[in-house]
């Protein structure tokens, strides 16, 4: 009887202490596992921003930022262009002069009466190349308007930035009195800056025209 009431009782003890080690072992494993927390996110139903979605919202800050600034480089740029279209619209409306000219005179009734003291044909032709060069001297009023329509975004800062550079033209020219043959002002309207780096040579142009024009005057 003592022996079976001994044996229960190794046998309780045993399955205790295995329970025990049992709880040990799983707290020390809960120990290295990291915390998932998912609940309380998807309760509040909020959600992490992706980074394609914070890149998004950058780009149309800068956007948005670019739409009220601009810098030198893109300004000479869009300069660049305009002039591209006052060049290209010299062509066609150079040609529609002469020919719409040209049209117009050949259909008049030739009179041997002279104009001005010369033959009708001599005056007809003199007109004719005479509204060829006219239609020059529009094309590059209409590429200035077709390239302000096609960038009416950018017309109100390239305006701007045309007023402001300007005021750096005028400021930094050289004084055009000393001007000869020996010492030219270099560039006085700035026409042939294209970028920043040129509008820096044309600095140095014009502080070497004024070193000239102080020194050298006499040699003249």
């Known amino acids: 009887m003592a022996a079976a009431t001994f044996t229960i009782r190794f046998i309780s ?73 006052e060049r290209v619209f010299m062509v066609p409306c150079g040609l529609l002069s002469l020919l719409g000219a040209g049209a117009y005179f050949a259909q008049k009734d030739f009179d041997p009466t002279p104009i001005l003291g010369m033959d009708q044909v001599i005056v007809y032709g003199l007109g004719t190349v005479a509204a060829g060069i006219v239609g020059l001297a529009v ?35 050289a004084d055009p009195t000393a001007n000869s043959v020996r010492n030219p002002v270099p560039d006085y309207y700035g026409e042939k800056i294209k970028s920043v780096s040129d509008y820096r040579k044309w600095l140095r142009k014009q502080r070497e025209y004024r070193r000239k024009a102080t020194f050298f005057v006499g040699d003249d």
């Not at 072992?25 to 998807?42: E, G, K």
């Not at 992706?50 to 030198?72: L, P």
Request: proline fraction near 4%; charge should be positive.
């Open 13 to 85: 003890i045993q399955s205790h202490a295995s329970s025990i080690g049992k709880g040990m072992l799983l707290s020390r494993s809960s120990a290295h596992l990291p915390v998932i927390r998912t609940s309380s996110c998807l309760s509040s139903g909020r959600t992490t921003p992706s980074f394609s979605s914070r890149r998004w919202t950058s780009t149309g800050t800068n956007a948005t930022s670019e739409n009220n600034t601009m810098d030198w480089s893109s300004y000479f740029l869009l300069r660049g262009t305009r002039r591209t279209y």
């Open 139 to 173: 094309g590059p009023v209409v590429g200035n308007m077709v390239f302000r329509v096609t960038h009416s975004k950018a017309k109100p800062l390239v305006d701007m930035m045309d007023k402001e550079f300007h005021k750096h033209i005028v400021k930094n020219r």
